[in-house]
């Protein structure tokens, strides 16, 4: 089992900056492949960035160059760098971890096995 929190959420004004941090306890984090996935008010959770063991990152198009997803395994973290960030950022962010090895990116909520509490991010304009 691996138990996921999540911190770092808030209230920020367009363009401005914040960091999200997921940590996690129970089994060794370095092994999994963590997402980062974000759901708002009468939405549908959506994917927004992920990193393999390896720390190789995709993104979804809708937060490239914004966004930086990183992962420090001696503190059993992984971060999500969120830059320029626009009122159409605000959700409820999650993270999620799964022990896969494959070459493909996992991007569905079903394809991981452990997920955080979520943090909330609210963006002003």
């Known amino acids: 089992q691996v138990q996921l929190v999540e911190s770092g959420g808030g209230l920020v004004q367009a363009g401005g900056s914040l960091r999200l941090s997921c940590t996690a306890s129970?089994?060794?984090?370095?092994?999994?492949?963590v997402g980062w996935f974000r759901q708002a008010p009468g939405k549908e959770r959506e994917f927004v960035a992920a990193v393999r063991q390896s720390g190789s990152s995709t993104y979804a198009d809708g937060v490239k160059g914004r966004f930086t997803i990183s992962r420090e395994n001696a503190k059993n973290t992984v971060y999500l760098q969120m830059n320029s960030l626009k009122p159409e950022d605000t959700a409820v962010y999650y993270c999620a971890a799964a022990r896969w090895y494959g070459s493909s990116w996992l991007s569905r909520d079903h394809e991981y096995n452990y997920w955080g509490q979520g943090t909330q991010v609210t963006v002003s304009s």
């Open positions: 129970g089994r060794t984090f370095s092994d999994h492949f």
